[in-house]
């Protein structure tokens, strides 16, 4: 499984900026797909998830400024960001999760810079 994450770059604060992942296996197999982002010197940390049944899930920072959706037929998943604010700023990786009976898989991208000036 392999997951190419696009769409990072620089924006002022206020601005805007859609991520894209695209996946290439089937959406279908995978139980939750999300978006996660690593600031300079700070954790990984979740920023939205979306299951197979379109139910989804945001940090409370992100929550009414962020929006991530997924298109089975592109075998992408995408994540709206609106209203960036310079702690935005960090490496946004996405992430697909497969439960099997016996045990999770977690499948990561590489990540793409998202800067976000004052």
């Known amino acids: 499984v392999q997951l190419q994450a696009s769409g990072g770059g620089l924006v002022q604060a206020g601005g805007s900026l859609r991520l894209s992942c695209q996946v290439s296996?089937?959406?279908?197999?995978?139980?939750?797909m999300g978006w996660y982002r690593q600031a300079p010197g700070k954790e990984r940390e979740l920023v939205a998830t979306?299951?197979?049944?379109?139910?989804?899930n945001y940090a409370d920072s992100v929550k009414g400024r962020f929006t991530i959706s997924r298109d089975p037929s592109k075998k992408t998943v995408d994540l709206q960001m609106n209203s960036l604010r310079p702690d935005d700023t960090a490496v946004y990786y996405c992430?697909?999760?497969?439960?099997?009976?016996?045990?999770?898989?977690?499948?990561w991208g590489q990540g793409t810079l998202v800067t976000v000036s004052s």
């Open positions: 979306i299951t197979r049944s379109d139910a989804t």
């Open positions: 992430k697909a999760r497969r439960a099997l009976v016996s045990q999770i898989l977690e499948f």
């Open positions: 296996d089937s959406l279908s197999m995978f139980n939750v």
